[in-house]
């Protein structure tokens, strides 16, 4: 079966600009999260879809950030307008139900 | 809340040695799951082991062990006749047992970034 899949794998944009991250859970995954990686930190929890609905969206710094999941299916989070600080690895997974995580290979942001 | 501490920014190990990585965490619930996972230069994080907390019996999956001490909120990974392929970013991880309400939230040290010698 297919993974997580995320792209771009790497994005490099000016301060202010936007960018949106997209990520195609495993197929039949009804939970999707999103987690980031500021450099040299903890990975943070950002929220968790269940199908189309969100769940939790607790993690989410601020009103710049935007996610959605059309349909229940692939996810996208988009990020407006972009401050340095939004600088880091933004991780997708997702789960069937309350077990196993699958992540994907994330999305190095870069914002200059 | 919940927190996660990795004390050991990065570890070095010999090829074919023994190296343990650490990790303690701070929660208030009974009932908890613990994780490590790997992640690589690829960047895919990689479940390593997984520890139920209302279990004594301490995990193991191959070369990799944990020693879980619930009484000190400890959960340390050892890794075993270490080879080349474990070097990696190694991240400690906590979730609450109540699926219904946090679902797969989980809880993420800083992380150890692990060099294996040859």
């Known amino acids: 079966e297919a993974g997580v899949t995320q792209f771009p794998s790497h994005s490099v944009i000016e301060k202010g600009q936007t960018v949106t991250l997209r990520c195609d859970p495993i197929?039949?995954?009804?939970?999707l999260y999103w987690y980031r990686r500021v450099m040299g930190k903890e990975i943070k929890f950002l929220l968790h879809?269940?199908?189309?609905?969100?769940?939790?969206e607790s993690g989410m710094p601020n009103n710049r950030f935007l996610a959605e999941r059309t349909g229940g299916t692939y996810s996208t989070l988009k990020v407006q307008p972009a401050e340095l600080e939004d600088s880091g690895v933004y991780f997708c997974?997702?789960?069937?139900?309350?077990?196993?995580?699958?992540f994907g290979s994330g999305t190095q942001l870069s914002v200059l | 809340a919940q927190t996660v501490t990795q004390s050991q920014p990065e570890m070095s190990v010999q090829e074919a040695e023994t190296v343990t990585l650490s990790c303690t965490y701070d929660t208030s619930e009974s009932d908890y799951y613990l994780f490590w996972y790997k992640q690589p230069p690829s960047r895919q994080m990689i479940l390593v082991i997984r520890?139920?907390?209302?279990?004594?019996q301490n995990a193991t999956e191959n070369r990799f062990s944990v020693n879980f001490q619930k009484a000190a909120k400890s959960f340390s990974l050892k890794i075993s006749d270490s080879q080349l392929g474990d070097a990696a970013m190694y991240f400690c991880?906590?979730?609450?047992?109540?699926?219904?309400?946090?679902?797969?939230?989980?809880?993420f040290g800083a992380g150890t970034i692990l060099r294996v010698k040859s």
């Open positions: 991880a906590y979730r609450s047992s109540y699926s219904m309400e946090y679902g797969n939230k989980l809880v």
């Open positions: 197929s039949g995954h009804d939970n």
């Open positions: 997974a997702s789960s069937r139900g309350f077990e196993k995580l699958f």
């Open positions: 520890q139920e907390a209302y279990k004594q």
């Open positions: 879809f269940v199908k189309e609905s969100k769940q939790d």
